[in-house]
């Protein structure tokens, strides 16, 4: 069974500073899919980066990237230069590779950015 | 590109009624997700559609909800009668495909739903 697990509650960052959110992830595939998804206070899941198990470079989308340590199932997400917009719940998920597989969510984090 | 569409935003209703949710995809997705999230944790798969056939239900409990996808379009998901527990956020998502990894889900605002 595929299991993720986000061990950090709530984390706090002052504009500017980079932050790590961790995630560490459980599957027997060969083939999956890493995903980071951001839900503000106003509910919507915004989806944020991939990536792929066979990528061999770390993914990258603007201030974000994904720290991707595949010996050690982990896919921590860095957060460069935080900003009072990034003030918000945080989800790592995962999908295998078979079609009808849905999105296996951790419990989050929650970040917030002071000035 | 509009979003995924969900109505309404807030419900509230009283344990044992009913109550249903719509959600309208990204135009040209064919798949289609339910999820519900209670309070402090992560959305879970209610049901998943591939045009308006069922992929996956094992989630769903089938004696209080139901999901339709008529025309593999828009859909909607009932709760009768509600319970308690029901409480959540329901979250619709699409996406082109449904195989996979790389299959990036796009959701809705969500129905916050409270059962009182």
């Known amino acids: 069974a595929q299991k993720i697990t986000q061990t950090q509650p709530g984390m706090f960052v002052q504009e500017k500073e980079a932050v790590t959110l961790d995630c560490t992830y459980d599957t027997s595939d060969q083939s999956y899919g890493l995903f980071w998804y951001k839900q503000p206070s106003s509910g919507e899941m915004i989806f944020l980066i991939y990536?792929?198990?066979?990528?061999?470079q770390n993914a990258t989308e603007g201030r974000y990237s994904l720290n991707f340590q595949k010996a050690r199932k982990s896919a921590n997400l860095v957060i460069s230069a935080s900003q009072l917009g990034d003030s918000a719940m945080y989800f790592c998920a995962m999908r295998g590779n078979q079609a009808g597989t849905a999105l296996i969510f951790g419990k989050g984090t929650t970040l917030s950015v002071s000035s | 590109e509009a979003g995924v569409a969900q109505s309404p935003r807030y419900k509230i209703i009283e344990k044992r009624q009913s109550v249903a949710f719509w959600c309208n995809p990204i135009s040209g997705h064919a798949t289609l997700y339910w999820y519900q999230q209670i309070l402090g944790q992560g959305p879970k798969l209610l049901i998943q559609f591939q045009n308006n056939g069922v992929v996956d239900d094992s989630q769903l409990p089938k004696d209080r909800f139901s999901a339709e996808r008529l025309k593999g379009v828009d859909s909607t998901l009932k709760i009768q009668p509600a319970k308690l527990e029901d409480s959540a956020v329901y979250l619709c998502?699409?996406?082109?495909?449904?195989?996979?990894?790389?299959?990036?889900?796009?959701f809705g605002a969500g129905t916050r739903l409270s059962v009182l």
């Open positions: 990536q792929g198990s066979y990528d061999e």
């Open positions: 998502a699409s996406s082109l495909g449904s195989a996979g990894p790389k299959n990036i889900q796009y």
